[in-house]
């Protein structure tokens, strides 16, 4: 290889493959760039496939990251509807899916997460919708219209926005929630009654500790309903299954990749191997403001944040400065902002007014903000973004004070 020019392959033409094949052009980066992608499209944004792509308020062409050109104009050769099947790391070498290979010098891996499944003993695969990729959201929009009955299994972020979608559509949603709450893995008990009972508000059914057995057909072969484990049943047209995804690391752990809950990074998302690099949710990554705890974060700035320290440790620039983590939810006239991870809080003040839906929750270790949850208050996201990055003690008194600014805040 050529020191200065490595000839990069990068797998997964996602929002991190994207972003790191047009970064890497962008700091000079002069080799040769292969973006292998195992769908149709090239490198999209999927946040509004549960959102405005599914109420058709945008089409495919505006999620693109790019236009297609911008490819190569920059001389990025994109291998769309190619499968990655294996990494022969002796060998550096990629082999494809239906035959061929990839030869590589480093090798960035962007694979991404993948929807959990459900297995029920009477559903056909065309039952059970899922929303990860434009196919899918295409596939949902296509039999979600007015006056039909979208279930959800799952109450997630995912589940949520699409209940918020099929509403907007004139459809009726039920969300079938195993926990007792929505929201359970990834928001404090306050969020999850908040946004429970603004979906209720909304005509959303909301049925918790709900454990889905089977699904129900009518005589022309459609799903009819949902049947629960309580003996109960909900009826319903269409079936969305939206309850958690697992990093793509098959790859990665068959070639030999330090892999756990994701494939194993360093703070430059460098693997086990040095010739190797993972980036955005695949990743199983150090977290710098919470003392390298390792975590895999599901969202885009964490694949922005990623893609550019793999740039920029390929073409030798200095690493850019930790990011605080953050990550957004559009749902009707409501948009969550949270930054931070709520690692080890022992405490919990609100800010605002809940009943207006106007309010923010900060966790908090000691007097040191952990982790922001803000809906409809840009103000407290932004200053509690700023404050969790630089691990400055908190007035908590001023914090929950709404006489107080948050500028005023973040400043004491
Ligand atoms: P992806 O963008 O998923 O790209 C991975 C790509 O790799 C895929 O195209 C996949 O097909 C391809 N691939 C996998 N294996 C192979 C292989 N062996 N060979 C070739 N190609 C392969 N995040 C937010 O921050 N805010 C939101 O509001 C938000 N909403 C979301 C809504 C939905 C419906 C979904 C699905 C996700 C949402 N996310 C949101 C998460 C965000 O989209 C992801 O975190 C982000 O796309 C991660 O980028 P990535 O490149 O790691 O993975």
């Known amino acids: 290889m050529s020191e200065s020019t490595p000839r990069i392959v990068i797998i997964g033409a996602g929002h991190a493959g994207g972003t790191v094949a047009a970064l890497l052009r962008q700091y000079g980066h002069t080799g040769d760039i292969v973006l292998v992608g195992e769908e149709l499209i090239g490198p999209y944004q999927r946040p509004p496939l549960s959102k405005a792509y599914l109420k058709g308020d945008v089409d495919a062409e505006t999620l693109k990251l790019k236009p297609d050109e911008f490819y190569a104009d920059h001389g990025i050769t994109l291998r769309l509807g190619t499968s990655a099947e294996a990494i022969d ?70 589940g949520l926005e699409a209940a918020a ?82 990093a793509c690391s ?14 194993v990074v360093d703070s430059s998302a460098r693997t086990s191997d040095p010739s190797i690099f993972a980036i955005g949710d695949v990743a199983w990554r150090p977290m710098p403001l919470y003392d390298d705890r390792m975590h895999r974060l599901e969202s885009v700035p964490n694949a922005l944040e990623q893609a550019k320290q793999v740039a920029c440790a390929i073409v030798g620039r200095p690493q850019p400065a930790p990011e605080t983590p953050w990550f957004w939810s ?22 605002g007014s809940v009943a207006d839906a106007k309010f923010a929750i900060f966790h908090l270790q000691g007097d040191r903000i952990l982790a922001v949850e803000a809906v409809n208050a840009p103000a407290e996201f932004m200053a509690g973004r700023l404050m969790i990055g630089q691990k400055r003690p908190v007035d908590r008194r001023k914090l929950t004070d709404m006489s107080v600014s948050m500028k005023e805040v973040a400043l004491a």
């Open 330 to 351: 559009d749902q009707y006239d409501l948009k969550l902002q949270i930054a931070g991870v709520p690692f080890d809080a022992d405490q919990r003040l609100i800010r």
């Open 89 to 158: 790391r002796t060998a550096r070498r990629v082999a494809l899916k239906g035959g061929g290979s990839l030869d590589y010098d480093l090798l960035i891996l962007a694979t991404g997460s993948a929807n959990r499944k459900i297995t029920l003993p009477s559903a056909h695969a065309h039952d059970l919708h899922e929303l990860r990729s434009v196919a899918d959201a295409e596939q949902l929009k296509s039999v979600l219209e007015h006056g039909k009955r979208l279930a959800i299994v799952g109450g997630g972020y995912i």
């Open 250 to 263: 098959q790859l990665a752990a068959d070639a030999g990749l330090d892999c756990a809950n994701g494939v």
């Open 165 to 246: 979608s099929a509403r907007a559509l004139g459809a009726d949603a039920v969300i079938l929630e195993l926990a007792p709450r929505v929201l359970a893995r990834v928001a404090c008990e306050e969020l999850s009654t908040f946004f429970q009972d603004y979906h209720r508000a909304k005509g959303v059914k909301i049925v918790t500790g709900a454990q889905v057995l089977d699904l129900e057909h009518g005589p022309d072969g459609h799903v009819s309903g949902v049947r629960l484990a309580d003996g109960s049943q909900e009826a319903c047209d269409v079936v969305l299954v939206g309850v958690g995804a697992m």
